[in-house]
């Protein structure tokens, strides 16, 4: 029996292996095509543009076009199907899909210019919008963009017609082009395909400046009777800095911080303080921001002595930031749009070098269509810069809402995939410096999963991915992920490789807790040469480290409890991240450890409490 049984499952292979693969379902079939542009006779193949497929009986499919300019969907259901093709720099374009098509992008056109105020300054972060008129009159918004240090803005992908430009800041009054307060006076800019319109300036004039006294007082005690003073210059050129942010800081007791803005001629003031020692500093968009005392960054800043009753004057000369800029490629010497570009600072963190980044403001956007970027507000010292191709995130079966630079690997200056190879650039004071890359070409793959909680139910949260601390790196890390709905989530455009997986639950809003506690969770990942999927991250509460501060004399008067705070420092990423990452999911200045240490309490008895650890 057992012979015969053998015999029958010999057979069995033996005609597994000779039938032949089976013919495609019926009913089904293929969308396929080549994307091209055409300049004079020339015809180039459009690389890497985001393709989407909708129709037919399933959800929106999306893939892109590969160095060839090819794409394929299959296999699909029979039915009407539409692809759109999306690239920076190029006209949007939507057909019916059919097979071996060949579809022509044409190029975009342009809208630059600059946005100052009335003494010829630049305006930074000033919102610029292109709107065209809907049917009824109604202006409808198609591009937005923001100024960069330098007042510039560039406004791409835009389609041949006539559009009306707008300028708003924060803290001047909106303008229309040319020089109008409506749009009904304003003059409509008109845009052709594959060119560029530039010139489209703005002169803003300013709002209402501060009061030059921003009187403040403490919260949950009484007003003190003393004041500080000053004024905030250019290092260089001795004009006041308007708009400039003026912190102080108690450097005894407790722990808060009070904030005023400089008003036109750069001065600064904070009424009813209580006597004490205070740390105060200023920054400012296109300045380095120093401490009070501080000639140079890096060095230690003076405490001011604060005695009751008593105004101090206390002055801030910032030096010029420097900015880096430059153009990132393709392998092809195309630009490479849509990268993040980010520098990072060797330091030695957590038991070894990492490369890692200066907490900003803001973080630059990605390159635009001419693959072109610019950071702003550099310190001075040596700068490592990579390019990170942005990993589309969203949930499962999804499509991303930006046009993803795909096909690369995480690519350090000069161009290189391995940071310890990468050349770091020094950045001095009031210089600009230039960066051009080209991307290393790396095949990608889909990272997809569910975020969970204790208990196993999907949660809202956020995630990333790291280089582990088991490799011995200085890779930079940074959040890649900003989005989780419903606990599911996919990553597109992954390279292959050894990744942490880090991720945590949106804490519930509530007004009582500013801060509330997070559930964490981190996951070690290996992404080969096909998708990932069907990955759980489980998120936690962290726990508390308790203990007691003794002191070895016990003669000496023990210090108030306000003199002393207990600080957990992780000493690896994997499991223990810091908390203001979790929180913000921003780049960490590690300069700035009581910023981001998990939250602690002193009591009375010198016995401590650090919450909501992780890695324990």
């Known amino acids: 029996m057992r012979t ?162 707008e300028a708003a800041p924060h803290e001047a009054h909106q303008a229309f082009y040319p020089a109008a307060s409506v749009l009904e006076d304003a003059k409509p800019v008109r845009v052709s395909l594959g060119r560029d319109t530039g010139s489209i300036d703005f002169t803003l004039k300013p709002a209402a400046a501060p009061a030059e006294d921003s009187a403040v007082a403490l919260h949950g005690g009484p007003p003190g009777t003393a004041r500080i003073v000053g004024q905030v210059v250019d290092a260089a050129s001795t004009k006041p800095i308007r708009n400039a942010s003026v912190r102080i800081v108690p450097v005894d007791g407790q722990r808060f911080g009070l904030l005023v803005r400089t008003d036109t001629q750069g001065r600064f003031a904070f009424s009813s303080l209580p ?14 921001s120093l401490e009070f005392g501080q000639k140079h960054f890096g060095e230690a800043g003076t405490p001011i002595q604060l005695g009751g009753g008593e105004e101090f004057r ?85 499509e991303a809402d930006l046009n993803d630079a795909v096909g690369f690997a995480p690519t350090y200056y000069p161009g290189t995939a391995d940071s310890g190879a990468a050349t770091p650039l020094t950045i001095t004071p009031g210089v600009d410096a230039s960066a051009p890359f080209s991307l290393v070409p790396a095949k990608t793959v889909s990272v997809s999963g569910v975020i969970v909680d204790e ?82 991250l489980q998120v936690r509460r962290g726990v508390a480290l308790r203990g007691r501060v003794v002191l070895d004399d016990a003669s000496t008067p023990p210090p108030g409890r306000e003199h002393v705070r207990v600080t957990a420092i992780p000493v690896e990423f994997d499991s223990a991240p810091i908390t203001e990452i979790i929180m913000a999911g921003a780049p960490v200045d590690f300069g700035r450890s009581a910023a981001t240490s998990p939250p602690s309490e002193t009591h009375a008895d010198l016995s401590f409490e650090v919450k909501n650890l992780s890695g324990m």
Do not use: C
């Open 4 to 165: 015969a049984s053998f015999a029958i499952l010999i057979a069995a292979l033996a005609f597994g292996q000779a039938v032949p693969e089976p013919p495609p379902r019926e009913g089904t079939i293929a969308v396929s095509g080549r994307v091209v542009t055409v300049t004079g006779n020339d015809q180039r193949p459009v690389r890497r543009a985001k393709v989407s497929l909708t129709g037919g009986s399933g959800a929106a499919r999306v893939t892109a076009t590969d160095t060839a300019g090819t794409f394929r969907f299959d296999p699909l259901p029979a039915g009407d199907y539409r692809v759109t093709v999306q690239k920076p720099g190029f006209v949007t374009l939507e057909a019916a899909a059919s097979s071996e098509s060949t579809m022509t992008l044409e190029r975009a056109g342009a809208i630059e210019g600059t946005v100052v105020d009335g003494a010829g300054d630049p305006l930074i972060n000033v919102s610029v919008y292109a709107l065209q008129l809907q049917d009824g009159g109604e202006p409808r918004p198609v591009a937005i963009v923001r100024t960069d240090d330098l007042g510039r803005y560039r406004m791409h992908s835009l389609p041949a017609g006539d559009y009306y430009v």
């Open 275 to 288: 006597a004490g020692r205070y740390s105060a500093s200023a920054e400012a968009e296109r300045f380095v």
């Open 314 to 398: 206390a002055s801030f000369m910032l030096p010029r930031a420097s900015a880096l800029e430059g153009t990132v490629f393709d392998e092809f010497g195309d630009p490479a749009p849509n990268v993040i570009v980010r520098t990072a600072r060797k330091q030695y963190v957590g038991g070894r070098h990492r490369l890692i980044t200066l907490l900003s403001r803001r973080d630059p956007p990605p390159t635009d269509d001419q693959g072109h970027y610019r950071i702003q507000g550099l310190p001075p010292g040596e700068h490592y810069v990579v390019g990170l191709p942005r990993y589309a995130a969203g949930v499962s079966g999804t």
């Open 455 to 536: 208990a196993g139910e999907p949660v809202a949260g956020m995630l990333w991915l790291t280089t582990p601390d088991m490799l011995p790196r200085i890779d930079i890390n940074l959040p890649r992920v900003a989005l989780a709905r419903d606990g599911t989530f996919l990553l597109r455009h992954v390279p292959p490789g050894s990744y942490t997986m880090q991720g945590f639950a949106v804490p519930p809003s509530r007004s009582d807790t500013p801060m509330p506690p997070t559930t964490f969770g981190w996951l070690p990942i290996s992404v080969g040469d096909s998708d990932l999927t069907n990955v759980i």
